[in-house]
């Protein structure tokens, strides 16, 4: 943190009264001039004024709040996701709509069973990874109660029994595991905003898209991809309380750095959506 440079003090000079007459001193030292001594003056105190407004920009940025930091860790994370929904899927979103808006879409069920498939690989790569946990903070993060991979399993066997065939993982999926696995490895702040955003996603605006979804091809019939045991809201807390608790051992930059990849969260969670449409 900047600090403020005392000014430096010149010293006091003091001399004794003399009541004798002193013949004229000799040039035997230089005097300054006073225009010299008033221009010193003058940038010794611009300095000291650039170093005073310094050392107040630092102190202003070190006590920036961030948009929802009084709250914990997760909000602030809330506040950035939301920003980069459109108008008409939150009042808080930002960005521009791209393609047609959720109440036109056609889907298939061959192309919701894409879907559902990219997004079970997913979350078996989540998982697996919270079970092997690389990083420590990670075993927080196992049976937390939003684990979706056992569902979804459910559900591509109930779409087998209907007759339909279980395509393999697209590009999408594929891209998006492999990212997940190379990021746990090393960068464990970027890795929690793509957990976080893919199990509260899902738990908000994925729901409704599953009803939508639902309601044009499946017949109203709620897939257990949409089910969770025990009271969704409290299984949430308890993952905001985790995710706040290891967001406490961040640095600042860190916890930008961890911010800063929601952007890519929201691409390739973008990428897997858009194949119930394909």
Known sequence: MASITPLSQSQPLYEKTQFTLLKK?????????????????????????MVVVSATTAAEKSNKRYPG?????????????MKLHTRDQSKEGEKEPEGQPMAKWEPSVEG???????????????EKIMEKAPFPEY????NTGLERSESLAKDLEWFRQQGYAIPE???????YARYLEDLSEKDP?????????????HSAGGRMIGRKVAEKILNKKEL??????????????????????????????????CLEETE????????????ILS
């Not at 930091?69 to 996701?81: I, L, S, Y």
């Not at 993982?169 to 891209?175: E, R």
């Open 169 to 175: 993982p697209s590009t999408p999926g594929l891209n």
């Open 224 to 257: 257990e991809f949409y089910k969770w045991d025990g009271d969704l809201s409290q299984l949430l807390q308890n993952v905001r309380e985790k995710l706040n608790k290891v967001a406490e051992n961040w640095t600042r930059e860190e916890k930008n750095h």
């Open 139 to 142: 075993a927080e993060f196992r």
């Open 112 to 126: 919701y069973l894409r879907f559902l498939v990219d997004s079970k690989l997913v979350y078996d790569t989540l």
């Open 25 to 49: 001193p000799q040039n035997q030292f230089c005097s300054i001039p006073f225009s010299r001594f008033t221009q010193s003056s003058k940038l010794s105190l611009k300095k000291s004024r």
């Open 189 to 201: 702040q970027a890795f929690i905003c793509h957990f976080y955003n893919t199990y509260f996603a």
């Open 264 to 275: 890519k969260s929201f691409k390739f969670s973008g990428e897997i959506l858009r194949l």
């Open 69 to 81: 930091e009084a709250k914990g860790f997760v909000e602030e994370m809330r506040f950035v996701a």
